[in-house]
């Protein structure tokens, strides 16, 4: 037994030496890959600094997720070789992203913290109680999170090159003061940062639990079904053995990218001694021991991770630059849209003159070309169309105004013509009934008519407003005075044209007169309808159907009167020479409506807006009418900072993808 026992130490100890050589040639292959995929790295920590995220174009990151106490934070600290914050409840209350620097021997380890625009050079033994302090700076004291993230940047010799987002772990029920949407908070910080395909997902599983239960598979899985972009590290193996093997070589979670056993650090251990542990856990512990030693251990992490990051981002590279031209052309096309800043008073008289132009030239297109393509969504501004309408309404409420009513037929008629009895010679229709009857008719559409011209104009109002606010936005001065000018020469139009409406209804009354040939057409067919009309009275029909009038009523038709006959041929004048009126009429105001909006682009508004703005400005000031707004002097900082850091970005992509490609 004793020798059994010295040679089962033999061999654990050559088994021990082996790892340790194979330790020694992956520290070397660590150094390999960080001379390669160093310069990766710094471009795409580069573009994070400048904010290239900002514009949505999304970077290349290992985002490590996974349920509260899962050991994420211990994982992370393994991979970094230093202490992070550990304990019960959650760690991580922010986004803590973490850069991991390979540095030579004779540097050191240097750690600089970043966050909100503030840079801390601390030591090793301080990262816990920065960690702390900054993140309560950010959520406060209490355990509500917060999306704002810190940045740990740790140069280290032996250091593998990466960049890691360490997130809130993952819990469904609120305890210890944390908030009641605690897990919708963490749930919504942890999407933002894994839905993007640029993303690699470190799931983190603890060896306890059930991985098809664990609520981080379930939204890695949300957002990379396949696993494809997954890749799972099973900690604290030490805690539960039993069954590690079957969960990670079965993969009933779809885990693409595989699956690295680890052991977490214990206690007081230092990270030297918890790797010493966990080379001699899966060499002595008898579950363990049967994995494949290319799944275990935080070298062979350290290998995978930067493997699949120097991947991903090589991968990624070429469609960011695209990305980013694309971005910059849009920001550019925005800062061309904003007007310029003028250095002379000329400058500004010919930028005033060119929106004066683009003004006119754009009522022009709306109001009298009937341009659609201006507001393609907006058919409120399709102003021929909207006119159209008013005037299509307006013909339509002229030819109902005076439908025959069933239970009327030539009562009006007969009362008028016996009043007027005896005024004029027998077999002749009284002018002064015609007048009567064509007078009545139109006072009774007058009101319509005038309220044409007042929701036209009204109309028009709203339409060359909103064509000034585009035109004249950026400028509160100019645009203030344009509004001014437009509202006065807008009352203006709406009192002329009212004019004109009245002038033209007033005419109607007053002159009765056409040429028309439909009116004398209309004629021929009175004999036979009044034919028709009085044969029925005489055999006392109910009703009579007379074609171009309808069904008449003969129940309150005065019968007996001697003026029936006469009656007949008065109300068909009128009905013929009404006709007529209301064509004149549903044709005439539309146009004169028309015309004088017409007039009033091309000559009116432009002259009135130039008079206003020039008659209470010196030239030598124009400078002033055309300062622009604070809104526009924002955007146009905003858009030159963005153009700033989005060429800046593009500078810095190009040069590494030229220098991958001459490799």
């Not at 171009?548 to 008065?570: C, R, T, W, Y």
């Amino acid at each position: 037994m004793a020798h059994t026992s010295v040679e089962q130490q033999g061999t654990v100890t050559l088994m021990l030496d082996n790892l340790c050589i194979k330790k020694q040639e992956t520290v070397c292959l660590t150094d390999s890959y960080n001379e390669r995929i160093r310069p990766l790295l710094d471009s795409v920590d580069t573009l994070r600094g400048l904010g290239v995220m900002k514009e949505g174009i999304n970077l290349p990151s290992i985002v490590v997720v996974g349920d509260q106490s899962s050991g994420k934070s211990s994982v992370l600290e393994s991979l970094a070789g230093i202490s992070l914050p550990r304990g019960q409840g959650i760690c991580t209350r922010v986004p803590l992203i973490m850069r991991l620097h390979n540095s030579r021997l004779d540097e050191g380890m240097q750690i600089v913290v970043e966050y909100n625009g503030k840079k801390l050079s601390i030591a090793d033994s301080q990262i816990t109680e920065t960690l702390n302090s900054v993140t309560e700076e950010i959520a406060g004291t209490g355990k509500s999170i917060n999306d704002t993230p810190i940045t740990l940047n740790v140069w280290k010799p032996n250091a593998p090159d990466l960049t890691m987002v360490d997130l809130p772990g993952i819990t469904r029920v609120p305890v210890h003061g944390q908030p009641q949407d605690i897990y919708e908070q963490i749930s919504r910080i942890i999407m933002q940062y894994i839905a993007p395909k640029e993303s690699i997902i470190l799931n983190v599983l603890s060896a306890a639990v059930d991985f098809p239960t664990c609520e981080s598979i379930r939204m890695s899985q949300l957002v990379d079904e396949k696993g494809e972009r997954t890749l799972a590290v099973v900690s604290k193996v030490d805690k539960a053995p039993e069954g590690v093997l079957e969960k990670v070589t079965d993969n009933s979670v779809n885990i693409g990218l595989g699956y690295v056993c680890v052991r977490n650090r214990v206690g007081n251990e230092t990270i030297s001694e918890a790797r010493q542990m966990e080379c001699e856990l899966f060499t002595r512990d008898p579950d363990l021991s049967k994995i494949d030693k290319n799944m275990v251990g935080i070298p062979v992490l350290a290998k995978k991770l930067m493997q699949i990051q120097a991947m991903s981002i090589s991968k990624c590279l070429p469609d960011i630059l695209k990305k980013i031209d694309a971005t910059l052309s849009k920001r550019q096309s925005e800062l061309n849209t904003l007007p310029r800043n003028f250095s002379t008073s000329a400058e500004a008289m010919i930028e005033f003159m060119r929106l004066m132009d683009s003004i006119k030239g754009m009522l022009h297109k709306l109001l009298v070309q009937g341009d659609i393509e201006l507001f393609p969504d907006e058919t409120e501004m399709h102003c021929i169309a909207c006119l159209y309408k008013m005037f299509e309404s307006y013909s339509h409420d002229l030819s109902s105004a005076f439908n025959n009513t069933p239970d009327d037929f030539l009562v009006e008629e007969v009362k008028l013509l016996e009043e007027a009895r005896g005024v004029s010679l027998p077999n002749f229709l009284p002018h002064s009934v015609l007048v009567i009857l064509l007078q009545s008719r139109i006072e009774s559409i007058s009101e319509r008519s005038r309220d044409l011209a007042i929701m036209a104009c009204h109309y028009i109002d709203k339409v060359v407003c909103r064509v000034i606010d585009i035109q004249t936005q950026c400028f509160p001065s100019l645009h203030s005075a344009s509004r001014r000018a437009f509202q006065a020469l807008i009352d203006r139009k709406r009192d002329e044209c009212i004019r004109l409406v009245q002038d033209t209804l007033d005419m109607q009354k007053t002159i009765f007169f056409t040429l028309n040939p439909s009116f004398s057409e209309s004629r021929q067919n009175w004999e036979e309808w009044k034919k028709t009309f009085l044969d029925a009275i005489k055999r006392n029909h109910n009703t009579v159907k007379l074609e171009g009038i309808g069904e008449i009523n003969l129940k309150n038709v005065p019968k007996d009167s001697i003026q029936l006959d006469a009656a007949f041929d008065m109300k068909m004048s009128v009905m013929a020479y009404w006709s007529v009126v209301k064509m004149r009429l549903v044709d005439d105001i539309p146009l004169h409506l028309r015309f004088t909006f017409h007039k009033m682009v091309q000559d009116d508004i432009v002259n009135l807006v130039v008079k206003e703005v020039l008659g209470s400005a010196e030239p030598a000031k124009i400078g002033d009418i055309l300062e622009e707004s604070p809104k526009t002097a924002t955007k146009r900082r905003d858009l030159l900072k963005r153009i700033a850091m989005l060429r800046e970005s593009k500078y810095t992509l190009s040069k590494i993808i030229d220098k991958l490609e001459e490799a």
